[in-house]
């Protein structure tokens, strides 16, 4: 951005509905719902009169780990034809609490249908960046960013561009799993929905297609009228999950959302990002270098020069070329693990 920083408004803190994107019926199976059954539930759903107008014809790509140049800034794939939306991009975003600053011109883009890994030490700005990404920074009192956040080509800090149209567009997944403990899993599914005062004509087949997206549904099916806060760690997590999906994001943010889980829902809520990684766009902030590298496509490695510098990204590529190749000897000493 080239004018002069702006300071962002901080409005009340309200919780952070999330949304959603086009997708077209994909062919992905999980908790033994058959795919054909899985793709007119879809169809059900996203004709619901709540469903945003869909243009575009996404089409499911195949999970490929390490695949990097798949679509273009433009959004559109490499044969220029098919519209792609969840292109995120941020130019130069810097941020602040008060005098603070604590990240220094970040650029980088996040493509639809790739994980992209946000990796490094801690405080070095990751949640911090994250949090732009959704404008959820702004609701920090004293927080200020300058610089560009573009969702398809579009400023989400523009003139005129509603905070809350766009976290429904980019949804976020937290550390700590969240669900509303006095509502009723099939209720939390709803919530992000009913938030942003979106109706659904199928609620029940939206509940069990999120649920199902999200690795949950077989464990769940029995006790949608239970509370949500009766679910395990890892269940309420993949719950949390479900939530963020009901509103179609273009894009999911997780920061470090295996944190506080065991091996197995780790596994399982890894399991999950692939599979929705081939309808959206994630961006993840993790702590665990064998993760970054079972889960991504694309990693950013942030890092601070010393004591009170802002973080930046000192190496962004592909995941296999991060760890395997990196041109920087920083990176080579992270992720080789001889220091954070
Ligand atoms: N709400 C806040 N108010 C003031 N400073 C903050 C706040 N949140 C984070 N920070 C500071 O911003 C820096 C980056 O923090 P954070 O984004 O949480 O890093 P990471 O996620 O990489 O651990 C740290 O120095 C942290 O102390
Ligand atoms: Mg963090």
Redesign the pocket.
Known sequence: MSGPERDRPTGPVSPAPPSSMPWAPSPTKRDGLAAPRLAALREETVSGTWAAPRSAAVVAMPFRAGVDEGWSQQGTDDMGTAEVKGVLETRDVSCW?GS?K?LEKVSLVMRPRQVTALI?P???????YLRTLNRMHEL?PSARLSGQVLLDGEDIYGQGVRVTETRLRIGMVFQKPNPFPSMTIAQNVLAGLRLAGIKVDNKDALVQECLSRAGLWNEARFRLNQSGAALSGGQQQRLCIARALAVRPEVLLMDEPCSALDPISTGVIEETIAELSQEITIVI?THNMQQAQRVSHRCAL?LVDGEGRP?HIVEQGPTEQVFGDPQDQRTADYVGGRFG
């Open positions: 609490f603070n604590v490094g801690s405080g070095c700005g990751k949640s911090t920090v902030v942030f973080g």
